[in-house]
């Protein structure tokens, strides 16, 4: 399969999300809502990340990508991520879609 995709998946706003909509994301990382330590830890680094960038950070959007879309609802995802910075959003979805190329 080639790298690239397509695929749709949902925002933790419940807005619609593509490949292309996903492109302007220069910081991705792949977790989980009920994560103990790494995924709290690395959206809290991301968030000083984002912080240090002050204004310029803003064009710099963060996505994190949720695993086991079953029990991660838009809401969970929104309150997970912003509750360290809202300069990255929560996407899921399907997990086949997920597990695209």
């Known amino acids: 399969m080639k790298l690239g995709t397509d695929f749709t998946l949902v925002d933790h706003n419940a807005n619609t999300i593509t490949r292309q909509r996903c492109r302007a994301a220069n910081t991705v990382f792949?977790?989980?809502?009920?994560?103990?330590?790494?995924?709290?830890?690395?959206?809290?680094?991301?968030?000083g990340w984002f912080e240090a960038l002050g204004e310029q950070g803003v064009i710099l959007p963060g996505v994190f990508i949720l695993?086991?879309?079953?029990?991660?609802?838009?809401?969970?995802?929104?309150?997970?991520?912003?509750?360290?910075?809202?300069?990255?959003?929560g996407i899921t979805g399907d997990p086949d879609e997920i597990g695209k190329r």
């Open 30 to 47: 792949f977790g989980f809502t009920r994560c103990p330590e790494v995924c709290p830890t690395t959206l809290y680094e991301m968030a």
């Open 67 to 89: 695993g086991r879309s079953e029990r991660t609802t838009p809401e969970i995802m929104k309150s997970y991520a912003e509750a360290l910075t809202d300069r990255v959003t």
